[in-house]
């Protein structure tokens, strides 16, 4: 087997993903002792059978960039951000049709599977990409954050899609990458395993086990340069001979709802060719209406003199669910189940305005529907794509400082 060392690889079929399939997804969960940094027992453990060679191009400008492989990559935001960090992302999977459909249409000799990663067979997939032990520079991803979402139900590993965090480690026991990179919604900090240890912990003595050190860290985007309050937790992990990690402290820009809209044309309806990608609006008469009673930066709830038929529908979920954002400030985190109302017109943001508060390029474009109204389309449609998208500004930012540690 040819060692993969950045050249280039034949784009491969949906067809194949039947080959990297497995029977059932396997990870022995073990007990922990005592704790590092993160809570995980330190020292420790079987360790690695094997450890490969873990030396990294000099520079991660290099004529040689690094591989990387992209699990749960939804719209694609964690891959548009490694790439910027000198990385080269050669291959993308995920479960949801509309999500790899968008990364297909955005692939530059990136190879996308539509497959649900849980049953995905490590080995048989590095057979598939030609790949050995060590090869791989980075895996990445993001994880369902259902599980561990303060907005949802909270279900933690009691729901399925939580274990699916430890898959990153079934993967990197196959590969053997040189570094790992997660994120995760800020609750995942809290959450427990079924006998009460941290999952935090738990993950970090699987990813010790295999000779790699875990750091996690709680990031926000206002600090990388986007006009969003949206904190998240970076995982990263590195082999123990590297020692530390040091996150990056952000790059002192901020930046308004305002500045990311700005000059932006006109959106234009669904039976009409947009200037920009995916800058359509679709917001029915009805909720024109409704959106018309609420002032620039304020809630529907807090509008007393909307019509009694309007107001009488909300919920005590819905405090700040129908909100108008404001230009002089930042946004609040967006969620897949809402669609803030734009500034100053009378209409939902489109996918592109959601696209440029997360910090995607113009020239990335989304597939899949447009949702109507707020949770009216099922499966993931191009706003939700966007909402539980990793921001790519904070991908690069992680990304760049795990390529330094490498290149030390």
Known sequence: MDSWRGGEKPMRSQSEATAILGDQRRLPLDQAGGRDQTGAEDGAGSGPQEVPDDRAPRTRRGVTKLPAISLFSGAGGMDIGVDQAGFKTVCAIDFDPHCTNTLRRNARKKTVWNVD???????????????????????????????????????????????????????????????????????????????????????????????????AHLLNALSYGLPQRRERVFIVCLRTEHGGFDYPLGNGVR?????????????????????????????????????????????????????????????????????????SSVAPTLRCGEAPYHPTENRY?????????????????????????????????????????????????VASSIAETLCR
């Open 117 to 215: 990663v849980g049953l995905l067979d490590g080995e048989r997939l590095r057979e598939t990409l030609e790949m050995d032990r060590g090869d791989l520079g980075l895996l990445h991803g993001g994880p369902p954050c259902q599980p561990f979402s303060q907005i949802g139900k909270r279900g933690g590993l009691s729901d399925p899609r939580g274990m699916l965090i430890f898959d990153m480690v079934r993967i990197t026991k196959a590969f053997r990458p040189k570094a790992v990179m997660i994120e995760q919604v800020p609750y995942f900090l809290r959450a427990t395993m079924p006998d009460g240890r941290p999952v935090l912990q738990a993950l970090a003595t699987e990813f010790r086990q295999l000779g790699y050190r875990m750091h």
């Open 255 to 327: 930046r308004t709802v305002g500045d990311a809209l700005n000059g932006m044309p006109d959106p234009v309806p669904p039976d009409e060719k947009p200037v920009l990608p995916n800058h359509i609006d679709v917001t029915p008469p009805r909720d024109r209406e409704r959106i018309s009673y609420v002032p620039e930066g304020l809630w529907l709830s807090k509008c007393k003199d909307a019509p009694p038929d309007i107001i009488r529908k909300l919920t005590r979920k819905d405090t700040t669910k129908f909100r108008r954002l404001d230009r």
């Open 349 to 397: 943001i489109t996918p592109r305005e959601a696209a440029r508060l997360q910090g995607f390029p113009d020239t990335h474009v989304l597939t899949g529907p447009i949702r109507g109204r707020t949770g009216s389309v099922r499966d993931l449609d191009q706003h939700r794509q966007v909402a539980n998208a990793v921001p790519p500004p904070m991908a690069k930012a």
